[in-house]
């Protein structure tokens, strides 16, 4: 069962890379990076059997047939696991790791449905696959039959493999392209070290922070008056901000607009890859700009307690605290309070993620989403029936017509953007087909070679034209 179960890992090693060179525009060639990609295949197949092995000749002891069907499951299950994590990699390129503990099962349900991949044909595909493993298996142990010496030198040479590998790492000398690194990546592996990662090491936190130097000059110096609360500390900052609001005569209106997956890749006059935002890019010579930030999360959930509050982001995200959420105020709770009315517009569902609660304990006066747009308002295009919502011009539309027009109160209103998100269906896609044309040959002045990295990438790119334009 292992001989077969480690020649499927290699055809799963050879798919992946097959689709990832046909899906992505790639700097590498695949000379440089199988050799590697086999290694790390060669290590978890080696590892996960000797686990494996362990547990069936203890259970063997008990009952040699159910040691044989627990084997057979478990391959079963590592095999489609393996695959699962390799059509993840491919949307991203990014290897599903710790992040996947951050969401509930609901969360993970729709996010597979708003990536088309949750149908009758991959579920019906995926049980047929592991009838046929099992079948396969079953096959290996009635006629794949080796003696016992044969068994016990191929047993003892793996296991010596393993240990030499554990004392002997072979490494790519290249490190610095995360691209190949993630490619060669054996992915359960990765999942495996990240999960024991999370698992063993959760309650511990990284107190770098407090360890350094007060008199290191990459730090505000501050001062921690009680222990009792680490992050308390008396606000010393120098008041930078004042001199662009004396000016005004009255409270301003705020509008925060939050864009999906921006990217300094494609947003901004430094985009190395040119930028896909000219509107926003236009606002920047208008504006205060931060040019360098670290992100408060690795899913857009984060952004509401992270920009609003800047608070902790906790084990799995501040708002998986919502139904007992720990006193805070925020920059909402703070301006309601001033006397702003608040609002929050976004064209899906408000409870994905608890963003819905994390508003309603800021008291925001009123929450529009999904469920409260005009019939006129067209959803985006749906990905096998499933669709996110509305697109990004009608939740700017729509947010407008709810904003109090005569009351007198200053208005601090926040949108949130969605388009830009996988699945990438642009609204009037015939348009900005065209559109992103026009701005690779005339905008961005890309040259013909080149053009293939920029067209594989079409779908994501037109959102974000798409979202630059709504604003």
């Not at 609901?106 to 991949?117: E, N, V, Y």
């Not at 063993?200 to 009680?226: A, I």
């Not at 008291?363 to 669709?387: C, H, L, W």
């Amino acid at each position: 069962m292992s001989l077969i179960f480690s020649v499927l890992m290699f055809l799963l090693r050879g798919l992946e890379l097959m689709l990832v060179f046909n899906s992505h525009s790639l700097r590498i060639t695949f000379r440089e990076i199988i050799v590697f990609s086999l290694f790390e295949d060669f290590h978890w197949t080696l590892y996960f059997l000797g686990l494996l092995f362990i547990l069936h000749a203890i259970i063997s002891l008990l009952s040699i047939s159910f040691a044989k069907w627990f084997t057979q499951v478990w391959l079963v299950i590592a095999l489609l696991a393996q695959a699962a994590l390799i059509f993840y990699f491919l949307k991203t390129l990014l290897p599903l790791g710790k992040d996947l503990y951050a969401y509930n099962l609901d969360d993970i349900i729709l996010t597979i449905k708003s990536s088309g991949q949750l149908n009758f044909m991959t579920i019906g595909g995926g049980l047929l696959v592991s009838f046929v493993l099992l079948f396969i298996f079953s096959i290996a142990n009635k006629k794949l039959i080796f003696s016992l010496k044969t068994g016990l030198v191929f047993t003892i040479a793996m296991y010596w493999f393993l240990i030499l590998l554990y004392f002997i790492p072979i490494t790519d000398s290249n490190k610095l392209d995360d691209v190949k690194t993630n490619i060669q990546l054996n992915k359960s592996k990765y999942l495996s070290e990240q999960s024991f990662d999370y698992f063993m090491y959760k309650n511990e936190y990284y107190f770098d922070f407090y360890l350094r130097s007060l008199s290191d000059v990459l730090f505000v110096k501050k001062e921690y008056p009680d222990p009792s609360y680490p992050f308390l500390h008396t606000a010393d900052y120098p008041d930078v901000l004042s001199p662009y609001f004396d000016s005004l005569s009255s409270p301003p209106d705020i509008v925060f607009v939050l864009v999906e997956s921006l990217g300094k890749a494609y947003s901004g006059k430094d985009a190395y890859l040119g930028s896909f935002t000219p509107f926003l890019d236009s606002l920047e010579q208008h504006s205060l700009v931060w040019t360098n930030a670290i992100s408060s999360t690795g899913r857009t959930f984060g952004i509401l307690p992270g920009l609003f509050a800047g608070l902790p982001y906790g084990e799995r995200g501040f708002q998986e605290f919502f139904d007992n959420f720990p006193h805070h105020e925020s920059f909402l709770s703070v301006m309601k309070e001033n006397g702003y009315e608040t609002s929050f517009f976004i064209g899906s569902d408000v409870n994905f993620d608890h963003q819905k609660e994390f508003l309603e304990y800021a008291n925001v006066s009123q929450i529009i989403d999904i469920n409260r747009f005009d019939p006129k308002y067209e959803k985006m295009p749906p990905a096998n029936g499933f669709t996110w919502g509305y697109g990004d011009k009608e939740i700017f539309s729509n947010g407008l017509s709810f904003f109090p027009k005569s009351n007198g109160n200053p208005q601090l209103g926040v949108f949130q953007t969605v388009t830009s998100h996988d699945p990438y269906l642009v609204p009037q896609r015939d348009f900005y087909l065209k559109k992103f044309e026009n701005h690779l040959e005339n905008i961005l002045q890309v040259e013909e070679s080149r053009m293939k990295e920029y067209r594989d990438y079409q779908d994501i790119y037109m959102t974000i034209l798409y979202a630059d334009d709504a604003v």
